[in-house]
């Protein structure tokens, strides 16, 4: 049995049809099912969220009978009244820890690339709590570092699209971070692999994209295969975090974008190996405008 948490997320909802395909009995814990849609009835349900992870009970029926953990799920906002650093980072180290004492011999971790102790966002810093503590765990651990993770309807992707409507396109600071987008179904189908490589040492793959883009050309690029080519104008971002945070106060958690989520893209996710780990792993990562174009 494998536990698959984040099945609903951008890499889960690739992933879960390629684990069935492959016959893996799989066990999703969402909060949801019915955003699993017509998969809903190949798995079985553990219904729970990061935030209930402090649950032993419901914890324990999770895990009841599993020998591998894929470990998809994080959030890039806090989700009130718990924080980042709880649901990405305490979160996982409660899963992790019961996994070791119940019988599980696998456990698979999404951490990210440049996630370290002083990273300037609360997200990265948390990340890199919970991927020490994979590290040292007993269990045969994978870690997955991605670049900047994507999909033709995901809400990055989709609010880019949104802003193009404007006369101009708002971009957060200077727009000169550089990452190197990666596709869902390509990590998915990196995930996959991994997992038929069965047992052995731990192991940690970064997973990137075949081109390097800053900020700035990741706009411009979904702007234009939109159809809707617009003119950047970078925001100062003091200005965008008051206006952000006031916006969050009037609105609540129904607000487009926080801070957090705006600061993250001012940070560079780059791999010194490129697509070198993905292709160990038999896959050949697509480029952003190629898989954008074919929506």
């Given at each position: 049995?494998?536990?698959?948490?984040?099945?609903?997320?951008?890499?889960?909802?690739?992933?879960?049809?390629?684990?069935?395909?492959?016959?893996?009995?799989?066990?999703?814990?969402?909060?949801?099912?019915?955003?699993?849609?017509?998969?809903?009835?190949?798995?079985?349900?553990?219904?729970?969220?990061?935030?209930?992870?402090?649950?032993?009970?419901?914890?324990?029926?999770?895990?009841?009978?599993?020998?591998?953990?894929?470990?998809?799920?994080?959030?890039?906002?806090?989700?009130?009244?718990?924080?980042?650093?709880?649901?990405?980072?305490?979160?996982?180290?409660?899963?992790?820890?019961?996994?070791?004492h119940s019988g599980v011999e696998r456990f698979d971790f999404f951490s990210a690339l440049d996630a370290f102790a002083a990273q300037r966002t609360r997200f990265f810093r948390a990340k890199w709590l919970a991927e020490q503590a994979v590290d040292s765990s007993p269990l045969q651990t994978t870690v997955f570092a991605p670049s900047i993770v994507y999909d033709h309807s995901d809400p990055w992707i989709t609010l880019l699209r949104r802003f193009s409507f404007l006369p101009v396109l708002p971009v957060s600071g200077d727009g000169k971070a550089a990452f190197q987008p990666i596709w869902a179904a390509d990590v998915a189908r990196c995930v996959v692999a991994a997992l038929g490589l069965g047992g052995g040492a731990a192991a940690r793959y970064e997973l990137a994209g075949p081109e390097t883009l800053t900020y700035d050309q990741m706009s411009d690029l979904v702007s234009r295969i939109a159809g809707r080519p617009r003119t950047l104008v970078h925001l100062p971002l003091p200005l965008i975090r008051s206006s952000l945070i006031a916006i969050r106060s009037l609105f609540g958690e129904a607000v487009f974008a926080t801070w957090e989520e705006a600061e993250l893209m001012e940070v560079s996710m780059v791999s010194e190996g490129g697509t070198a780990d993905a292709q160990a792993l038999g896959v050949e990562p697509r480029r952003m405008s190629d898989v954008l174009e074919t929506s």
């Open positions: 049995m494998l536990l698959l948490t984040g099945a609903t997320g951008s890499i889960g909802s690739r992933l879960l049809p390629l684990l069935l395909e492959r016959g893996e009995e799989v066990r999703c814990l969402v909060r949801e099912p019915r955003r699993l849609g017509e998969r809903r009835v190949d798995v079985q349900i553990a219904l729970g969220d990061l935030g209930q992870l402090s649950d032993p009970y419901l914890v324990r029926q999770a895990l009841r009978g599993v020998d591998t953990v894929v470990h998809l799920a994080a959030t890039i906002r806090d989700q009130p009244p718990n924080r980042i650093e709880e649901l990405n980072g305490l979160a996982t180290v409660r899963l992790l820890r019961a996994a070791e």
